[in-house]
């Protein structure tokens, strides 16, 4: 089993920064791959970033977001730059073991989530 912790939401002005924390324990080790993924008010959940051996980002974010990882500490990050009122959402890190592309980009391809942390951007 595993369980995933996210910490690092918040409040902030559009254009500030937050980081995003994502802490696993338990059978990480059949893990090979962690997602982020955010979900607005009315909104289906969707894919912002993952990393395994490599990293990809949703074209929402790439160039502003960077997600990466601190594997002595089985924790997975995502950086968050010149945040928009459009990335207000709450965010879930995932992990499971997608084999395909398509996978690592969609909710299916994940077995644990984490409980979300709020992000909200102010214009």
């Known amino acids: 089993q595993v369980q995933l912790v996210e910490s690092g939401g918040g409040l902030v002005q559009a254009g500030g920064s937050l980081r995003l924390s994502c802490a696993a324990s338990g059978r990480t080790f059949t893990m090979n791959t962690v997602g982020w993924f955010r979900q607005a008010p009315g909104k289906e959940r969707e894919f912002v970033a993952f990393i395994s051996i490599t990293a990809y980002y949703a074209d929402s974010v790439n160039g502003r977001f960077t997600i990466s990882r601190d594997s002595a500490e089985n924790t997975v990050y995502l950086h968050m730059t010149s945040l928009k009122p459009d990335d207000t959402a709450v965010y879930y890190c995932?992990?499971?073991?997608?084999?395909?592309?398509?996978?690592?980009?969609?909710?299916?391809?994940?077995?644990?989530w984490g409980q979300g942390t709020q992000v909200t951007v102010s214009s």
């Open positions: 995932a992990a499971g073991s997608p084999i395909t592309f398509r996978q690592r980009m969609g909710v299916r391809g994940y077995d644990y």
